[in-house]
């Protein structure tokens, strides 16, 4: 027999037959529930059963697409009781009876309709507009989560952290109440992932600071991830003793000593600002998910002892006892909630699917914020906040320089923008951009992070959550690598699964790409940027010089704070500090500190260098300056070049690139990452995609790691290289 069916029999025998047991003494009122709370709680648990029966008829019908149900985990309806409907909840994939629970408690939702259209991948359904079957709801504060596998735990954790340091700010307009409580649950295999191992150490390392970090993190433990068990107190050993963490432990088969342990786990979170680890003891009652089969891995003893824990048999039993509804009432209402379902599944079957690409794409980019446009800093502010660097200011400057100025001024003009990292505090970074910041804004605004990229990120990505404007920076490109999942699965998808209701906009700095002489190797020198060009939404910016540099990061700032939008700037590392071009004190690199309002650059517009129409060479970065430097020596040997420096590499500006380079004969691609999966390989598929008259070349990287000293650029685009390539192409 089907499991989900066997154990609905088996609740509907104890029903009919008087054989329902309770599982602790612990009464309603000791428990702090009262009778219509308890009956209420029933209700969305049997919803939340008779919801798990449904979606597996239907995958077998064709008509449901995706079945993790969470059939044993219905207890956590409780913290839908002792939570605010305000308070932002980041769900495992079995807490169903949770929004359906929240849901109950704010007029005019309809739970089961909204699922039910989820489970058919209705257009209609209203958090993911048929894009996947996510537990989620704009109004009931629920972000979706596609696949919760410890990967929301960051944000949770960034989230909670921002309220604290929004109040620090003085910042009102935030998206949680100043008393908020983040709710973050998983379960116990999920627990084990160093994903959520980071998190909940960031939580601590926090916490043990005296630093609000109001959140809960439910631990789900039904003993077993997919078919591998989890030892015997596991959970237990490793949570109830951290330091910074209030642990907690409840039966959340037991309707009252799961409420219990849920309101003080909200009481101790709410009042005392400070993170809790509610464990609670949960049960898997029809395997992982989909048709798998438990029988494979457990004995049909263990399928026994598992199903005689069903929290359904528990609260039914609570509820008589108290003598709140009789086992009858019990029944009907159960009945009456499979009926009700049956009659809506047969309309949500019928409504409207995605028709097509463009449909299904249509909430990659996030809807524009109304009301968005920020104004300039005033003079009398900037007066303020710069007078130590004002005669400075007007004399030419390297990148580093010109960008920490840049964020002083983006923070002036942004209340609502924080930046945050490993040592971007009172030291001012590796490379001096950040300098200055936390003494000309507080630690609120500029937040010294733990070593860790996930917590950085996701500090980020929480924050946007609460209408923060985060400008998070990674030291390295090579470290990101540690958390690209905080990029590429959580912050990048959010307003494609919600449908563009839920967006963290950010502007990750990340210091990277090769040619930094004296220091690092691979680690410091990374020439790769593949891990983001294939992320759809995100806008990738590599500036090459410094005017250029400020230029770039102010619309990055503004595309994520008017448009929404998820933004990597890669900054050179080789080129923060450079000055010259062609020869030592030229000065070439530098340039005056544009004030805010001059020197715009737009989302996909190129920089053009030059007139020349024999050759034009594409580049970016470092590939830039040595382009231009290669320039100078082909126009003495009669070789009229441009240079064109793209900017912006996704989304790629095609349409201005190949305008740019129409009048040339030839086109030299010239990309210092590495020929594999670099950014030359979508350049050559579109020249001859759409230029396919024109001679293409393309001069790369090879694919090698970076070494140390002085071999660092043996395996790089070098000026003379460029030259060679060009005379080539232009001799024939």
Same mark, same amino acid.
């Given at each position: 027999?089907?499991?989900?069916?066997?154990?609905?029999?088996?609740?509907? /025998?104890?029903?009919?037959?008087?054989?329902?047991?309770?599982?602790?003494?612990?009464?309603?009122?000791?428990?702090?529930?009262?009778?219509?709370?308890?009956?209420?709680?029933?209700?969305?648990?049997?919803?939340?059963?008779?919801?798990?029966?449904?979606?597996?008829?239907?995958?077998?019908?064709?008509?449901?697409?995706?079945?993790?149900?969470?059939?044993?985990?219905?207890?956590?309806?409780?913290?839908?009781?002792?939570?605010?409907?305000?308070?932002?909840?980041?769900?495992?994939?079995?807490?169903?009876?949770?929004?359906?629970?929240? &849901?109950?408690?704010?007029?005019?939702?309809?739970?089961?309709?909204?699922?039910?259209?989820?489970?058919?991948?209705?257009?209609?359904?209203?958090?993911?507009?048929?894009?996947?079957?996510?537990?989620?709801?704009?109004?009931?504060?629920?972000?979706?989560?596609?696949?919760?596998?410890?990967?929301?735990?960051?944000?949770?954790?960034?989230?909670?952290?921002?309220?604290?340091?929004?109040?620090?700010?003085?910042?009102?307009?935030?998206?949680?109440?100043?008393?908020?409580?983040?709710?973050?649950?998983?379960?116990?295999?999920?627990?084990?992932?160093?994903?959520?191992? =980071?998190?909940?150490?960031?939580?601590?390392?926090?916490?043990?600071?005296?630093?609000?970090?109001?959140?809960?993190?439910?631990?789900?433990?039904? =003993?077993?991830?997919?078919?591998?068990?989890?030892?015997?107190?596991?959970?237990?050993?490793?949570?109830?003793?951290?330091?910074?963490?209030?642990?907690?432990?409840?039966?959340?088969?037991?309707?009252?000593? /799961?409420?219990?342990?849920?309101?003080?786990?909200?009481?101790?979170?709410?009042?005392?600002?400070?993170?809790?680890?509610?464990?609670?003891?949960?049960?898997?009652?029809?395997?992982?998910?989909?048709?798998?089969?438990?029988?494979?891995?457990?004995?049909?003893?263990?399928?026994?002892?598992?199903?005689?824990?069903?929290?359904?048999?528990?609260?039914? &039993?609570?509820?008589?006892?108290?003598?709140?509804?009789?086992?009858?009432? +019990?029944?009907?209402?159960?009945?009456? +909630?499979?009926? *009700?379902?049956?009659?809506?599944?047969?309309?949500?079957?019928?409504?409207?699917?995605?028709?097509?690409?463009?449909?299904?794409?249509?909430? +990659?980019?996030?809807?524009?914020?109304?009301?968005?446009?920020?104004?300039?800093?005033?003079?009398?502010?900037?007066? &303020?906040?710069?007078?130590?660097?004002?005669?400075?200011?007007?004399?030419?400057?390297?990148?580093?320089?010109?960008?920490?100025?840049?964020?002083?001024? !983006?923070?002036?003009?942004?209340?609502?923008?924080?930046?945050?990292?490993?040592?971007?505090?009172?030291?001012?970074?590796?490379?001096?951009?950040?300098?200055?910041?936390?003494?000309?804004?507080?630690?609120?605004?500029?937040?010294?992070?733990?070593?860790?990229?996930?917590?950085?990120?996701?500090?980020?990505?929480?924050?946007?959550?609460?209408?923060?404007?985060? !400008?998070?920076?990674?030291?390295?490109?090579?470290?990101?690598?540690?958390?690209?999942?905080?990029?590429?699965?959580?912050?990048?998808?959010?307003?494609? %699964?919600?449908?563009?209701?839920?967006?963290?906009?950010?502007?990750?700095?990340?210091?990277?790409?090769?040619?930094?002489?004296?220091?690092?190797?691979? %680690?410091?020198?990374?020439?790769?940027?593949?891990?983001?060009?294939?992320?759809?939404?995100?806008?990738?910016?590599?500036?090459?010089?410094?005017?250029?540099?400020?230029?770039?990061?102010?619309?990055?700032?503004?595309?994520?704070?008017?448009?929404?939008?998820?933004?990597?700037?890669?900054?050179?590392?080789?080129?923060?500090?450079?000055?010259?071009?062609?020869?030592?004190?030229?000065?070439?690199?530098?340039?005056?500190?544009?004030?805010?309002?001059?020197?715009?650059?737009?989302?996909?517009?190129?920089?053009?260098?030059?007139?020349?129409?024999?050759?034009?060479?594409?580049?970016?970065?470092?590939?830039?300056?040595?382009?231009?430097?290669?320039?100078?020596?082909?126009?003495?040997?009669?070789?009229?070049?441009?240079?064109?420096?793209?900017?912006?590499?996704?989304?790629?500006?095609?349409?201005?690139?190949?305008?740019?380079?129409?009048?040339?004969?030839?086109?030299?691609?010239?990309?210092?990452?590495?020929?594999?999966?670099?950014?030359?390989?979508?350049?050559?598929?579109?020249?001859?995609?759409?230029?396919?008259?024109?001679?293409?070349?393309?001069?790369?990287?090879?694919?090698?790691?970076?070494?140390?000293?002085?071999?660092? *650029?043996?395996?790089?685009?070098?000026?003379?290289?460029?030259?060679?390539?060009?005379?080539?192409?232009?001799?024939?």
């Amino acid at each position: 027999m089907d499991a989900a069916e066997q154990v609905h029999l088996k609740f509907l /025998a104890a029903l009919d037959g008087g054989g329902l047991r309770r599982r602790s003494n612990l009464g309603l009122a000791e428990a702090g529930l009262t009778p219509d709370r308890a009956a209420a709680l029933l209700h969305s648990q049997m919803t939340s059963r008779q919801l798990d029966r449904l979606s597996r008829k239907l995958q077998a019908r064709g008509e449901g697409f995706y079945t993790i149900g969470s059939s044993g985990h219905e207890g956590n309806a409780v913290l839908a009781e002792a939570l605010r409907t305000d308070d932002i909840a980041f769900l495992h994939y079995r807490d169903a009876a949770f929004q359906v629970h929240r &849901a109950s408690r704010v007029p005019g939702e309809t739970p089961t309709w909204d699922m039910l259209l989820s489970f058919t991948a209705s257009a209609e359904d209203p958090i993911s507009g048929g894009r996947h079957k996510v537990l989620g709801s704009k109004r009931l504060m629920i972000p979706p989560q596609t696949s919760t596998i410890a990967s929301h735990l960051p944000k949770a954790v960034g989230a909670a952290f921002s309220i604290g340091i929004a109040r620090r700010m003085g910042y009102e307009d935030t998206v949680l109440a100043k008393d908020g409580v983040v709710l973050c649950s998983f379960g116990d295999a999920s627990a084990n992932h160093s994903t959520a191992v =980071g998190a909940i150490n960031t939580a601590c390392w926090a916490a043990f600071q005296g630093t609000p970090l109001p959140i809960v993190f439910l631990c789900e433990d039904n =003993g077993i991830g997919i078919s591998t068990r989890t030892p015997q107190g596991w959970i237990e050993a490793n949570y109830s003793g951290r330091a910074g963490l209030h642990y907690i432990a409840a039966d959340g088969c037991d309707m009252a000593d /799961a409420f219990r342990a849920a309101a003080e786990a909200v009481d101790m979170a709410r009042r005392h600002r400070k993170p809790v680890f509610l464990h609670m003891k949960t049960v898997r009652l029809y395997g992982h998910a989909g048709n798998d089969m438990q029988l494979v891995y457990l004995s049909k003893d263990d399928i026994a002892r598992d199903e005689a824990r069903d929290p359904l048999l528990t609260s039914a &039993a609570l509820l008589i006892e108290e003598g709140v509804m009789t086992a009858a009432e +019990i029944r009907a209402e159960y009945d009456a +909630i499979e009926r *009700t379902l049956a009659a809506q599944v047969e309309q949500a079957i019928r409504r409207p699917k995605l028709k097509n690409a463009a449909e299904v794409m249509a909430s +990659i980019v996030p809807p524009r914020r109304e009301g968005a446009a920020r104004t300039l800093p005033t003079p009398e502010a900037r007066a &303020a906040i710069f007078a130590d660097d004002a005669g400075a200011m007007e004399k030419p400057q390297h990148m580093a320089k010109l960008l920490s100025w840049a964020l002083a001024d !983006l923070l002036l003009q942004y209340p609502n923008a924080i930046v945050c990292g490993e040592d971007v505090g009172p030291k001012g970074g590796v490379y001096a951009v950040t300098q200055k910041l936390h003494q000309r804004f507080g630690s609120a605004r500029v937040v010294n992070t733990l070593l860790d990229e996930q917590a950085i990120l996701g500090l980020a990505i929480g924050a946007a959550h609460n209408g923060l404007l985060p !400008l998070p920076e990674i030291q390295f490109l090579a470290y990101v690598h540690n958390a690209e999942d905080q990029i590429r699965g959580e912050a990048a998808t959010l307003s494609f %699964f919600s449908n563009g209701q839920f967006t963290n906009p950010m502007v990750v700095r990340i210091a990277g790409l090769p040619y930094q002489k004296g220091f690092g190797g691979h %680690f410091h020198n990374d020439n790769s940027l593949a891990v983001f060009r294939d992320i759809p939404g995100v806008i990738l910016a590599v500036p090459s010089n410094g005017r250029d540099a400020v230029a770039m990061l102010r619309e990055c700032v503004r595309l994520a704070d008017e448009e929404q939008r998820v933004v990597i700037f890669v900054e050179p590392i080789a080129l923060y500090m450079t000055r010259d071009l062609h020869a030592e004190g030229d000065g070439m690199w530098t340039a005056p500190y544009p004030p805010p309002g001059e020197a715009d650059i737009a989302l996909g517009q190129p920089g053009i260098h030059g007139e020349g129409t024999e050759l034009a060479i594409v580049t970016y970065g470092n590939g830039t300056y040595l382009s231009l430097q290669a320039q100078k020596l082909l126009r003495e040997q009669g070789v009229a070049a441009r240079v064109i420096d793209l900017r912006w590499l996704a989304p790629l500006p095609e349409d201005a690139l190949l305008a740019a380079t129409a009048p040339c004969q030839r086109v030299l691609i010239v990309d210092e990452c590495r020929i594999t999966g670099s950014q030359s390989e979508a350049l050559m598929a579109l020249f001859a995609e759409r230029q396919a008259g024109t001679p293409c070349a393309r001069l790369t990287a090879t694919d090698s790691f970076i070494p140390l000293g002085r071999a660092a *650029t043996h395996t790089l685009p070098s000026r003379d290289m460029i030259v060679a390539k060009a005379l080539e192409m232009a001799r024939g």
